[in-house]
């Protein structure tokens, strides 16, 4: 159980990291752009190589099909949720990238922590590109909220409840490895691919080209071929 708590926290800190970098300073815009872009193709890396091919492997197509699609359609319904309740703020994109992280953050580290307790070991470059996605979402979102007026408090408690229960996801997965089949894993390795790619396509890659416009092509390129590399060598 340490080793779950262990992984956990780490996978999840830089949820929290990222929203503290960006209140100790103030991006440039094209900044925020370029590392938006370089999460979004890091995170491309993560559900092609990581989410969909483990699910694959560990359910078949059927069960990882039925979770792209609930995870996509729960990200859908989140997101109008949030957008409805904050469409008059100027920083309303940092809320989707944040439900996002949340359904993407619990079922992955839900299957972490299955893994772990099956005594499968953690890879380092699956938990480094964790960290090289994970890092890049926190601080746009982060930013825009702060841009859209909400206070410093907020932003910090906001991501902190997003790591946290992202890590508690960890622990849960260890927990319950015994009662779980590997279709549920593959179904919530699915549900993570899902939500993610709604989430690039609806928010993150729009909100990264309106700020880095040229650049982006490039540093999601960069962001992919990092975490894809890290992913296979792994």
Avoid: H
């Amino acid at each position: 159980m340490s080793e779950a708590i262990l992984w956990g926290a780490v996978a999840a800190a830089p949820l929290f990291v990222g929203a503290v970098l960006a209140l100790l300073r103030t991006w440039p815009p094209k900044w925020l752009g370029i590392v938006l872009g370089f999460g979004a193709g890091a995170l491309m890396a993560s559900i092609a190589f990581e989410l969909w091919e483990e699910g694959l492997q560990l359910g078949g197509p059927i069960p990882l099909v039925v979770g792209v699609a609930a995870g996509a359609l729960c990200y859908y319904i989140a997101d109008r949720i949030v957008e409805s309740r904050a469409s008059a703020k100027k920083g309303a994109a940092g809320g989707p990238l944040a439900v996002g992280a949340l359904l993407d953050g619990i079922p992955e580290q839900l299957v972490l922590g299955i893994g772990l307790a099956s005594g499968e070991g953690v890879s380092t470059a699956l938990v480094i590109a964790i960290v090289v996605s994970n890092l890049p979402e926190s601080i746009g979102s982060a930013a825009d909220l702060l841009e859209g007026g909400m206070k410093r408090s907020r932003v910090l408690s906001l991501w902190a409840g997003v790591a946290v229960v992202c890590a508690i996801a960890t622990i849960a997965g260890y927990a319950l490895a015994d009662a779980v089949s590997p279709e549920f894993r593959a179904g919530a390795s699915g549900f993570a691919a899902g939500a993610l790619l709604v989430m690039l396509v609806d928010s993150m890659v729009p909100d990264a080209q309106s700020k880095a416009k040229e650049s982006t092509g490039l540093a999601t390129v960069l962001g992919f071929a990092l975490a894809a590399g890290l992913s296979l060598g792994g």
